[in-house]
């Protein structure tokens, strides 16, 4: 292989990788004596149109570019021999290790080196994503980024490779989308086929994780699709927070930009109160019956009755024959006498006063839950008649949340709001019907009074 000459110009040096239906060779250009790298797609067995649009896109887009961290590229052909029938794209050598190779081989990263690679490389996907139209790499991970050894007081350069899962904003609106990409450092919106320009730094920070880990984010334990890095590596708590941001499992609440991501590094903003600056204010939809009180010490949410459940539809179904006159102790009796009379009435009395307790009930219970500096309370309320549901829960520590699944049937797997302190959890579904809206306008009303409560009190 090492005498094979590509095009009658690249002379095969060595491979450098190989996948299915493609090979990459380091490479010899006999016109300017200068090392390239070669990459062929065979038109083989296992040869797929789709390949060949990405090899194609990827040739594209890399002469389009002119960057210096990122591979110039050089020429495309094809190829076409008694042996082999593909195409080729020739591209400069950068002659460095990977990230993957330097962790491999023994090297550490500091956290200012960690922060620099993090700038060089933002600096990089900044230059990509402000192309028109915006290109996203979406397969960025440690081994596509390629670093030199250290030179003086820098880390060394680094570079972005790989541009073989390439795609424009303006091919993802315009056609079928591709799934590529790297389990572990991609996005889950990326499983859907959509990726932005955060999809990007989301992939950034799984790789920075590695490098402070030496661990990739498949190999570190998930909770909610979050990777839980912070007990594997000895991080400031500022870039910890930082990393937890870029790689937020919501498109909404990962940075949106290279620059806003630049910015947050450099000077850390809380990232609560960042979050909620950057969402848009909910407002409480139409039509909802839920009350909401606020002041600077004390929310308290009301939520409206839930209405009549299977059970109480059940039980008003059995006692209604009752009420209507209807009983057995009649049944078969010619003359009724006066103790069955009395006892029918009785009966009949009974039945009435709890359809109409049932009708008050499922029309007329409410929920509140009160939160104040020191407390959680969730308590009920019928015709002012109020009981605890639990004990009170201390304010410390109290998070509200979303979740998409539960294990209780009685809620039918819909978005539950969970709301925890301490190790008592409420889920608020319980207690009222939500619409998805209703359910987004509580969770950022909660979290935007808690987090001025926190601020208060610090």
């Known amino acids: 292989m090492n005498s094979e000459i590509f095009?009658?110009?690249?002379?095969?040096?060595?491979?450098?990788?190989?996948?299915?239906?493609?090979?990459?060779?380091?490479?010899?250009?006999?016109?300017?004596?200068?090392?390239?790298?070669?990459?062929?797609?065979?038109?083989?067995?296992?040869?797929?149109?789709?390949?060949?649009?990405?090899?194609?896109?990827?040739?594209?887009t890399l002469k389009a570019l002119d960057y210096p961290a990122i591979p110039r590229y050089i020429d495309y052909f094809e190829l076409d021999t008694p042996d082999d029938k593909g195409f080729g794209l020739v591209q400069t050598y950068v002659g460095a290790k990977s990230l993957e190779e330097h962790l491999q081989a023994g090297r550490t990263f500091s956290e200012a080196e960690v922060k620099e690679l993090t700038r060089s490389l933002l600096t990089i996907l900044s230059y990509l994503h402000h192309q028109q139209p915006s290109v996203i790499h979406r397969d960025i991970k440690p081994s596509n980024?390629?670093?030199?050894?250290?030179s003086g007081n820098s880390v060394g350069q680094i570079y972005l490779v790989d541009f073989g899962s390439v795609q424009t904003l303006a091919a993802q609106e315009g056609g079928t989308i591709t799934v590529v990409g790297t389990y572990g450092y991609m996005p889950p919106e990326q499983f859907g086929g959509r990726v932005t320009p955060a999809s990007d730094l989301y992939s950034l920070g799984a790789t920075l994780i590695y490098l402070v880990t030496g661990l990739h984010p498949t190999e570190l334990p998930q909770q909610e699709l979050h990777i839980q890095f912070r007990q594997s590596c000895n991080l400031s708590l500022e870039f910890a927070d930082w990393l937890e941001w870029?790689?937020?499992?919501?498109?909404?609440?990962?940075?949106?930009?290279?620059e806003v991501a630049m910015q947050a590094l450099e000077k850390p903003p809380s990232r609560k109160q960042a979050t909620l600056a950057s969402k848009k204010q909910l407002r409480q939809p139409l039509g909802s019956k839920i009350h909401l009180i606020k002041s600077s010490k004390i929310l308290e949410i009301i939520l409206p009755p839930k209405g009549f459940s299977i059970g109480l539809?059940?039980?008003?179904?059995?006692?209604?024959?009752?009420?209507?006159?209807?009983?057995?102790?009649?049944?078969?009796?010619?003359?009724?006498?006066?103790?069955?009379n009395i006892i029918s009435f009785c009966i009949q009395g009974s039945a009435i006063a709890f359809l109409l307790f049932a009708f008050l009930w499922g029309l007329c219970k409410r929920t509140r839950v009160i939160i104040d500096s020191h407390q959680l309370v969730v308590m009920h309320d019928f015709l002012g008649i109020k009981w605890l549901v639990a004990p009170p829960a201390l304010r410390e520590n109290?998070?509200?949340?979303?979740?998409?699944?539960?294990?209780?049937?009685?809620?039918?797997?819909?978005?539950?709001?969970?709301?925890?302190?301490?190790?008592?959890?409420?889920?608020?579904?319980?207690?009222?019907?939500?619409?998805?809206?209703?359910?987004?306008?509580?969770?950022?009303?909660?979290?935007?009074?808690?987090?001025?409560?926190i601020i208060n009190n610090s």
């Open 7 to 60: 095009n009658q110009r690249y002379q095969v040096q060595r491979e450098l990788g190989r996948q299915t239906g493609r090979r990459t060779f380091l490479a010899l250009d006999l016109h300017s004596s200068q090392q390239v790298v070669v990459k062929i797609l065979y038109l083989g067995q296992d040869f797929d149109w789709q390949d060949l649009k990405l090899f194609q896109r990827e040739a594209e």
């Open 145 to 150: 980024i390629l670093l030199t050894n250290r």
């Open 246 to 258: 870029i790689t937020e499992p919501s498109l909404d609440q990962r940075f949106s930009t290279t």
């Open 313 to 340: 539809i059940m039980l008003i179904s059995l006692v209604t024959p009752l009420a209507l006159g209807f009983n057995v102790l009649t049944i078969g009796v010619v003359a009724s006498s006066p103790p069955i």
């Open 398 to 453: 109290i998070s509200v949340s979303k979740l998409i699944k539960s294990n209780s049937n009685l809620l039918n797997n819909q978005p539950l709001l969970r709301i925890t302190a301490g190790s008592t959890i409420f889920y608020l579904n319980k207690y009222t019907h939500f619409t998805e809206a209703e359910l987004e306008w509580l969770i950022q009303e909660l979290n935007e009074w808690l987090n001025l409560l």
